[in-house]
């Protein structure tokens, strides 16, 4: 299971810190994602962080502005969001690739001008 949480309204410019905890396997094995999807648009992964946390991999979209990091002990991935943009505006998923996708509901992200 996957529960995503953090999401809220924030003005362009403005930093917000998803989360994800995790459950049901062995968290610390996984490689972990963060997905979005913007309306009208198809979802799109974000960011990517391998077991041990030391490495990741952004879209171009938002490097240097958002952080993925993990803690194996909390079996939790987070999504640090700084200098957000009204094009990130979206609904943040967790996943992990498990032999299939498994996937959070989601948290939406709002981001005003």
């Known amino acids: 299971q996957l529960v995503e949480s953090g999401g809220g309204l924030v003005q362009a410019g403005g930093s917000l810190r998803l989360s994800c905890a995790a459950s049901?396997?062995?968290?610390?094995?996984?490689?972990m994602n963060w997905y979005r999807q913007a309306p009208g648009k198809e979802r799109e992964l974000v960011a990517t962080?391998?077991?041990?946390?030391?490495?990741?991999n952004y879209a171009d979209s938002v490097k240097g502005r958002f952080t993925i990091s993990r803690d194996n002990a909390k079996n939790t991935v987070y999504l640090q969001m700084n200098s957000l943009k009204p094009e990130d505006t979206a609904v943040y998923y967790c996943?992990?690739?498990?032999?299939?996708?498994?996937w959070g509901n989601g948290t939406l992200v709002t981001v005003s001008s």
């Open positions: 049901g396997f062995t968290f610390s094995s996984y490689a």
């Open positions: 996943n992990v690739w498990r032999g299939m996708d498994y």
């Open positions: 962080i391998l077991s041990t946390g030391g490495t990741t």
